[in-house]
C-alpha cells in the first residue's frame, strides 16, 4: 500500500512564501511523475505543477514564475516552493504521484494540506 504524506500548508499573509513537501512511502516503485494540485472551496481540483523523472517540468500558467516545483525520485519527495501569494490561491494543496506498473498508469493521492492565504 502506497501512502504519500503532506507537510507545510499553513497561514500566511498575502504576497508570503511557503513551502511544501510530500513523501511517498509502502510498495512504490517506477515513479514516472509527481506534481501538486490544488483545490478551492466550490471548486475543481486543478493542477499547479509537475515534475517527471527526468527533470522535466509543468506549471499551471497562473502560477509560473511564483511557484517551483523540485523533486528527489530516489527518496519518493517532492517539494513545492510558492512565493508571492495571492488570496485566491488559499485552498487545499495535494500531492499527486504516477507510477508506471504493468497494467497501466496507477495514480496516488495524499489526503492534502491547507494552504490559507489572508491577513
Known amino acids: 500500500q502506497v501512502q504519500l504524506v503532506e507537510s507545510g500548508g499553513g497561514l500566511v499573509q498575502p504576497g508570503g512564501s511557503l513551502r511544501l513537501s510530500c513523501t511517498a512511502s509502502g510498495s512504490i516503485s517506477n515513479i514516472n511523475a509527481m506534481g501538486w494540485y490544488r483545490q478551492a472551496p466550490g471548486k475543481g481540483r486543478e493542477l499547479v505543477a509537475t515534475i517527471y523523472n527526468g527533470g522535466a517540468t509543468n506549471y499551471a500558467d497562473s502560477v509560473k514564475g511564483r511557484f517551483t516545483i523540485s523533486g528527489d525520485y530516489a527518496k519518493h519527495t517532492v517539494y513545492l516552493q510558492m512565493n508571492s501569494l495571492k488570496p485566491d490561491e488559499s485552498a487545499v494543496y495535494y500531492c499527486?504521484?504516477?507510477?508506471?506498473?504493468?497494467?497501466?498508469?496507477?495514480?496516488?493521492w495524499g489526503k492534502g494540506t491547507l494552504v490559507t492565504v489572508s491577513r
Open positions: 499527486n504521484v504516477v507510477e508506471l506498473s504493468p497494467s497501466g498508469r496507477l495514480y496516488h
